[in-house]
């Protein structure tokens, strides 16, 4: 069946009442009064050296200054850049030697979302510190299919404040199957990454995370996208490849161009849907990837397409001449394999609960050195993601497991929406909603699973698992305690432990309990 006789879909899918607008603390996107400008597009990251089998990379977190808007440049973070990061390429099968350095004033990590590496110091989740001034070097193989995978910073309970300064990249998966298929691949002409994020802007064009926190999710009137303000595309092919990737630390983006002209999805979290989805409207929640092919052929040059989320227009595309294309989408893109799960395995329970400060994980707050789940490595088991939140109409937790991708198999017992049915490491939870998933562990440590409103992780909603070997069911692993990290970032910030202001860790005070 050819796409054209495809479904469209014209919703978001997800329950409206739930949609963060609805919480009191929303901040609607507003158009800023500054010139439209071209979109950034970050450039890629060059490898140090390489052979035909293995790549030596360095990622540079940095502070900087980057001129967002006229006037005075705001003070940021990047990878290898001043703000966000050069997009970094893999290609599975090569093994990679990465050095990590921190120029930061603080100690932070190195978080690949959606890589399927190790736990829990080459996965860089709170356990991985790269100190000021400090080089380490990780090393992994890629062993996974094409996707858009991310990195950011993980250092609970800052993960928050150093996304919002700018550490988040682009990480790009790319393998012989999607080389071989007729899509979009000329980076930054036809195959884009676009970064959603939002931001306030203060006196002299400064961020200020703290005047902005919220418990639920901090958020800023104005659309920040690949870090431009007001950005415009020029697009020269009939056809674009978008890479979305919701990086805000709270926003919901529900998508739309102007026309209603059709949103095709080719793929999610962790690559490639087995088939084609045709859509006008998408919802992203934080963290999740999803990839679209765009179809200008019916316009010409100097008309204009507008994307939008809810009313607010985000991107500008500008339509130049271009040659035709006749290029089609394959009705089928993968083949989707996940393992069977053995009848008698244990199924998992996840009860996400409560929101602003009085948020937990199957009733606790993190703690670093408590292991909540174990799994062994290699077996399949299914997850049940559960929702609890009633008032208000609820809110929707974007729930994100470390260590692989998994495969959702329903909602409430209904099949998963359409455009999820490849490999996802990320899933909306609707309230009142069970979500269950399967999930097989390739590597053996400890992983967080968490909900990637970063405000809530930080809060405390947020767990950690060990995936264990039959040869080691108890092994140790020398995880980072509270008291270390309290101590290191006073040190580095020149002050007491009780004069640390961290304002996630009032989550915990209001509760009653602690990240140990």
């Given at each position: 069946?050819?796409?054209?006789?495809?479904?469209?879909?014209?919703?978001?899918?997800?329950?409206e009442?739930?949609?963060d607008?609805?919480?009191?603390?929303?901040?609607?996107?507003?158009v800023?009064?500054?010139?439209?400008?071209?979109?950034?597009?970050?450039?890629?990251?060059?490898?140090?050296?390489?052979?035909?089998t293995?790549?030596?990379?360095?990622?540079?977190?940095?502070?900087?200054?980057?001129?967002?808007?006229?006037?005075?440049?705001?003070?940021?973070?990047?990878?290898?850049?001043?703000?966000?990061?050069?997009?970094?390429?893999?290609?599975?099968?090569?093994?990679?030697?990465?050095?990590?350095?921190?120029?930061?004033?603080?100690?932070?990590?190195?978080h690949?979302?959606?890589?399927?590496?190790?736990?829990?110091?080459?996965?860089?989740?709170?356990h991985?510190?790269?100190?000021?001034?400090e080089?380490?070097?990780?090393?992994?193989?890629?062993?996974?299919?094409?996707?858009?995978?991310?990195?950011?910073?993980?250092?609970?309970?800052?993960?928050?404040?150093?996304?919002?300064?700018?550490?988040?990249?682009?990480?790009?998966?790319?393998d012989?199957?999607?080389?071989?298929?007729?899509?979009?691949?000329?980076?930054?002409?036809?195959?884009?990454?676009?970064?959603?994020?939002?931001?306030?802007?203060?006196?002299?064009?400064h961020?200020?995370?703290?005047?902005?926190?919220?418990?639920?999710?901090?958020?800023?009137?104005?659309?920040?996208?690949?870090?431009?303000?007001?950005?415009?595309?020029?697009?020269?092919?009939?056809?674009?490849?978008?890479?979305?990737?919701?990086?805000?630390?709270?926003?919901?983006?529900?998508?739309?161009?102007?026309?209603?002209?059709?949103?095709?999805?080719?793929?999610?979290d962790?690559?490639?849907?087995?088939?084609?989805?045709?859509?006008?409207?998408?919802?992203?929640?934080?963290?999740?990837?999803?990839?679209?092919?765009?179809?200008?052929?019916?316009?010409?040059?100097?008309?204009?397409?507008?994307?939008?989320?809810?009313?607010?227009?985000?991107?500008?595309?500008?339509i130049n001449?271009?040659?035709?294309?006749?290029?089609?989408?394959?009705?089928?893109?993968?083949?989707?394999?996940?393992?069977?799960?053995?009848?008698?395995?244990?199924?998992?329970?996840?009860?996400?609960?409560?929101?602003?400060?009085?948020?937990?994980i199957?009733?606790?707050?993190?703690?670093?050195?408590?292991?909540?789940?174990r799994?062994?490595?290699?077996?399949?088991?299914?997850?049940?993601?559960?929702?609890?939140?009633?008032?208000?109409?609820?809110?929707?937790?974007?729930?994100h497991?470390?260590?692989?991708?998994?495969?959702?198999?329903?909602?409430?017992?209904e099949a998963?929406?359409?455009?999820?049915?490849?490999?996802?490491?990320?899933?909306?939870?609707?309230?009142?909603?069970?979500?269950?998933?399967?999930?097989?562990?390739?590597?053996?440590?400890?992983?967080?699973?968490?909900?990637?409103?970063?405000?809530?992780?930080?809060?405390?909603m947020?767990?950690?698992?060990?995936?264990?070997?039959?040869?080691?069911?108890?092994?140790?692993?020398?995880?980072?305690?509270?008291?270390?990290?309290m101590?290191?970032?006073?040190?580095?910030?020149?002050?007491?432990?009780?004069?640390?202001?961290?304002?996630s860790l009032?989550?915990?005070?209001?509760m009653?309990?602690?990240?140990?």
């Open positions: 069946m050819s796409t054209e006789e495809k479904p469209v879909y014209q919703d978001y899918f997800f329950n009442t739930a949609y607008y609805h919480d009191g603390g929303y901040v609607p996107l507003e800023y009064d500054a010139p439209r400008v071209p979109l950034t597009i970050p450039s890629l990251l060059k490898p140090d050296r390489e052979t035909d293995d790549v030596w990379l360095t990622v540079h977190a940095q502070p900087g200054e980057t001129q967002i808007l006229p006037g005075a440049k705001t003070k940021t973070w990047g990878y290898n850049q001043s703000l966000l990061g050069q997009t970094i390429v893999f290609r599975s099968g090569k093994t990679y030697h990465v050095t990590l350095k921190n120029s930061l004033p603080e100690l932070t990590t190195f690949w979302h959606g890589l399927d590496v190790p736990g829990p110091f080459i996965d860089g989740g709170c991985a510190p790269i100190y000021p001034g080089e380490k070097e990780i090393t992994f193989t890629v062993n996974q299919p094409a996707a858009t995978t991310w990195l950011h910073a993980h250092p609970c309970p800052l993960t928050g404040w150093d996304v919002w300064h700018g550490l988040a990249a682009m990480v790009y998966v790319e012989d199957h999607e080389d071989s298929l007729a899509l979009p691949h000329d980076y930054g002409v036809d195959d884009l990454p676009i970064v959603l994020q939002d931001r306030r802007f203060h006196e002299d064009n961020w200020d995370y703290d005047a902005d926190y919220d418990p639920d999710g901090t958020a800023g009137p104005t659309a920040l996208i690949n870090g431009t303000v007001n950005p415009s595309f020029d697009v020269t092919t009939p056809k674009l490849r978008l890479r979305f990737l919701d990086g805000s630390n709270r926003r919901e983006w529900r998508l739309h161009l102007s026309d209603d002209l059709i949103m095709t999805q080719i793929a999610s962790g690559g490639l849907l087995p088939e084609p989805v045709q859509m006008t409207k998408c919802m992203l929640t934080c963290a999740e990837r999803a990839e679209f092919i765009i179809d200008f052929s019916d316009y010409k040059a100097g008309d204009q397409v507008t994307l939008y989320s809810d009313d607010t227009p985000i991107l500008i595309f500008n001449d271009f040659v035709t294309d006749e290029t089609t989408l394959p009705d089928k893109l993968a083949e989707i394999s996940y393992p069977d799960v053995d009848p008698n395995a244990l199924v998992h329970q996840v009860v996400l609960a409560g929101t602003d400060e009085e948020i937990t199957n009733g606790l707050k993190f703690g670093m050195m408590r292991i909540d789940d799994q062994e490595i290699g077996k399949t088991e299914y997850w049940d993601i559960t929702n609890t939140n009633d008032c208000c109409g609820g809110m929707i937790h974007p729930y497991m470390h260590g692989g991708s998994f495969q959702i198999v329903s909602r409430n017992g998963p929406y359409p455009n999820e049915l490849g490999y996802k490491d990320t899933v909306a939870v609707n309230p009142g909603e069970t979500v269950r998933i399967k999930m097989k562990f390739n590597f053996a440590g400890v992983f967080m699973y968490h909900c990637h409103i970063i405000e809530h992780e930080d809060g405390g947020m767990a950690q698992m060990q995936v264990y070997t039959p040869e080691e069911p108890e092994k140790k692993y020398d995880l980072m305690a509270m008291d270390t990290l101590n290191a970032l006073a040190e580095e910030r020149g002050c007491t432990v009780e004069d640390l202001q961290i304002k009032d989550s915990y005070k209001k009653g309990m602690d990240m140990c």
